[in-house]
Nanobody, 125 residues
């Protein structure tokens, strides 16, 4: 499984971005998530989704500004971020588990996810 993120950019506060993660390999029935890591901080889970299903999970810190979605035909998951704030500045990573076991608790620990992309940088000023 290979994950390739894109969509990161430098934006002003209040703006929006949509991050993409293209998955090569088996896509359906897999727990996938978005994490972010700011300089000097631990990697933090943001949202998770079960591909091919309707299950979605958000960390409490998502505050309604993050939306995770998928396009099965394109083997892609997305993270829409609205009302961007400087505190959202971070490297955003796409991650995948080996199965569809998925829940909010999986966002608490990056170690639950086996596969990772290289990340896409979001900078908010």
């Amino acid at each position: 499984v290979q994950l390739v993120e894109s969509g990161g950019d430098s934006v002003e506060s209040g703006g929006s971005l949509r991050l993409s993660c293209v998955v090569s390999g088996y896509f359906r029935k897999r727990c996938m998530a978005w994490f972010r890591q700011a300089p000097g901080k631990e990697r933090q889970g943001v949202a998770a989704i079960v591909t091919g299903a309707h299950n979605k999970y958000y960390a409490g810190s998502a505050n309604g500004r993050f939306t995770i979605s998928q396009d099965n035909a394109k083997s892609t998951i997305y993270l829409q971020i609205d009302s961007l704030k400087p505190d959202d500045t971070a490297m955003y990573y796409c991650a995948a588990r080996t199965d569809s076991d998925c829940g909010i608790w999986h966002l608490a620990t990056a170690g639950y996810f086996r596969y990772w992309g290289q990340g896409t940088q979001v900078t908010v000023s």
